[in-house]
């Protein structure tokens, strides 16, 4: 599924007009852009939880060459779904 799928998944189930469905969904994707890139948590009740996480520098090899390298330190997004996103997808 891609953004332009959830747009118009909007406009048709709300009945927005396609811009504003399109605003909406831009809105909701900006809004936790930037409340990860705060370092803040996102719980979506029934869907899961976004979390941003420190790493740590380490030593990695390259794979080509066997040459050692330093990954440098960075911040990664995790997701765990909720139990009830869980079972929904195993329904059946």
């Known amino acids: ?6 747009i118009e998944a909007v406009y048709e189930q709300i009945g ?3 811009k ?3 605003e909406v969904v ?5 809004t ?3 409340t990860l890139a705060d370092g803040e948590k996102i719980k979506i009740s029934g869907f899961g939880n976004f979390v941003v996480r ?3 520098a380490r030593t990695g090899r390259n794979p080509q060459t066997g040459e050692q390298i330093t990954i440098s330190a960075r911040r990664v997004l995790t997701f ?13």
């Open 20 to 22: 504003e469905a399109a």
């Open 54 to 56: 420190p790493k740590r």
């Open 16 to 18: 927005f007009s396609k």
């Open 26 to 30: 831009e809105l909701v994707f900006e």
């Open 80 to 92: 765990k779904p909720s139990q009830v996103l869980k079972d929904s997808l195993n329904e059946g």
């Open 32 to 34: 936790m852009k930037d």
């Open 1 to 6: 599924m891609t953004k332009a799928d959830i």
